[in-house]
């Protein structure tokens, strides 16, 4: 049976609750695989797995309860190693740079930021700093709403504005938070997000990180920011490969 990889802690990383369960029906055993100084949270792996709301929050919840108690290199759902062995190789091929990693991250949690715009907001306010726009807006009004092609050009250019800001904002949030931070990811553009960026927070700072939040929804009130966390810091691990040089695991190579 193949081996289902959580993520990576040191071998002094404190002891695990024992009723703890994993991906699968019914619920893998957690297990604990040891290589030096570094340790592997891991269970059976599911025959055919796949990303179920029911697995990916036993994910979630492996990976919440160990970085609870200390750091942890998260994995991807859905990685794993064709054995125990396998597993044991990676650690010891790998030792130094996870070694590394782990350092470089305890301590540090990370918080999800997505910021959208509030659509009644955000064209007020691209009302108020376009003088083109009012002027356009006020000549429709007075001609009793406009002919068909002068509402179109006024939709096109409001349209415009809007898309010319969301970069803007984005980049408004990403300084408003990065003061706060150890680190900041920006994480791909999503469907109706215009800011998704991820940031490495000391976790005894986290209280700033969150008060650094408020005021940026205060300065910018025409934005809806939406904040997940504390979570591991899955945008910083910089894993690399999940298996020996010359081996192959058949699933994704690790966390980014």
Known sequence: MSTYVYGIVSASHPALPEDLSGVGDPPREIR???????????????????????????HQNVLAEVGAAGCVLPM??????????????V???????????????????????????????????????????????????????????????????????????????????VRALEPAAAAVSEGPQSTGWLVNASFLVVRDRAERFLAAVEQAREDLPHLELRVNGPLPPYSFVELGPAEPAGTATGADAGAE
């Open 32 to 58: 604990v695989l040891k290589a030096g100084e570094l340790a592997a949270i891991v269970s059976d792996a599911p025959e055919s797995l796949r990303p179920k709301r029911r697995d990916l929050l036993a």
């Open 76 to 89: 991807r759902f859905g990685n794993a190693a064709p054995d125990d062995d396998a597993v044991v190789a």
């Open 91 to 173: 650690l010891d091929e790998r030792a130094e740079h996870y070694g590394e990693r782990l350092r470089e991250l305890d301590g540090k949690v990370e918080y999800n930021v997505k910021g959208s715009h509030v659509e009644e907001a955000v064209l007020r306010r691209v009302m108020s700093e376009n003088a083109e726009l009012r002027s356009l807006a006020e000549a429709n009004r007075k001609a009793g709403g406009g002919s068909y092609d002068d509402k179109i050009r006024l939709g096109e250019l409001v349209a415009a504005a809007v898309q010319a800001r969301e970069a803007e904002d984005a980049a408004a949030v």
